[in-house]
């Protein structure tokens, strides 16, 4: 069964560009374009396209107006395609918020359409099998509980498809006083300080991007750079944070198999929680750190983008327990409480 595709951009030559590298893949049938948000609504009823490739910068209606209007009335898997700048990343962590599912860069800076193209065929397909939802308002700032004692147990997280969503309604519950937690959200290195300072404005945990030898503090959150490096935490007195040179593991750079197997190899309490995501990057090292003692966590099916990460990190016997993502962050925080309530005792 091939994913039929509709490619949204005011671009003439970036739309050739994108149908030619969908046209590359035969379980892709590409089937129209649509130069601005008014002829792709038009497009989008007669059509009824598996996914839509959708360009930010548009004429008589942005593409965030158009993306919120198709998530909130017929909610439609999007694949952003977007200028990767700061400005440009900043713009797509909206879209993504709004429920896009993914976001691919356009070839700019001697960057060929090729190499900027390269995953676009494998994000489309892993989004013609998305869950999407109809889009109900920015996630709200929740009252935290005041009175959760501080733990020094270490909450890892990782995620990839459908983690900026995931990762934002978690640490909306967290209060000032949350574990010491590290993330590592599969993200292009130009999306990740403002990812950072987006949840730092909805949760009640410091969240910034993480620096290399930043030690690990109770109510900061630290969220992997994008990129060039993996993170990973490393024992001493005081855990601290490095970002280590090298090659991608499962396709990532940084991996979430790196960071949970460092934490699985600290003598501490930790809670261990593998989140929506395409692939299988997370599992075994969420293993390492159930075999080493920690309490782990899996989101549900029903409330991932894409269940896969979780899916193959339970079938191997990682996950202690599926949670729905509206539970997940209290889940979270009694885990952490409890394992060092348990350590203390």
Do not use: W
Not at 38 to 44: F, P, T
Not at 107 to 132: C, I
């Amino acid at each position: 069964m091939t994913i039929g595709v509709l490619v949204v951009d005011d671009s003439a030559t970036m739309r050739g560009l994108i149908g030619a590298a969908l046209k590359r893949d035969p379980e892709i049938e590409v089937l129209g374009f649509a130069n601005d948000p008014i002829e792709a609504r038009e497009q989008i009823k007669k059509l009824n396209p598996d996914v839509v490739t959708l360009d930010i910068e548009m004429p008589k209606m942005n593409g965030l107006e158009f993306l919120e209007k198709i998530m909130r009335l017929r909610p439609t898997p999007v694949v952003m395609v977007s200028t990767l700048t700061q400005s440009g990343a900043d713009v797509t962590l909206q879209a993504l918020e709004l429920g896009a599912v993914d976001c691919v860069g356009k070839p700019v800076g001697g960057v060929t359409a090729q190499e900027a193209f390269a995953d676009l065929t494998a994000k489309v397909k892993a989004a013609a099998k998305a869950r999407v939802k109809p889009y109900n308002g920015p996630v709200a700032v929740v009252e935290r509980d005041r009175d959760y004692r501080a733990s020094d147990a270490i909450l890892a997280i990782g995620s990839s498809t459908g983690g900026v969503e995931a990762l934002m309604t978690i640490l909306s519950n967290f209060p000032d006083t949350c574990p010491p937690t590290v993330i590592t959200q599969h993200m292009p290195a130009t999306f990740t300080k403002s990812f950072a300072a987006r949840l730092d404005k909805i949760s009640g945990a410091h969240v910034t991007e993480a620096r290399d030898g930043d030690r690990l503090q109770v109510g900061h959150v630290y969220v992997a750079p994008g990129g060039d490096a993996h993170m990973e935490v490393m024992s001493s007195a005081q855990p601290v944070i490095r970002l280590r040179q090298g090659e991608p593991v499962n396709g990532h750079r940084p991996s979430v198999d790196v960071l949970f197997e460092s934490v699985a190899k600290l003598n501490r309490p930790a809670v261990g929680a593998i989140l929506t995501g395409m692939g299988r990057d997370g599992a075994t090292g969420l293993m390492s750190m159930k075999q080493a003692g920690a309490r782990t966590l899996g989101q549900d099916e029903s409330s991932c983008v894409v269940y896969g990460m979780p899916r193959v990190a339970f079938e191997i016997g990682a996950v202690d327990k599926q949670v729905g993502l509206s539970r997940m962050g209290p889940a979270i925080l009694t885990l952490c409480a409890a394992a060092e309530s348990h350590r203390s005792a």
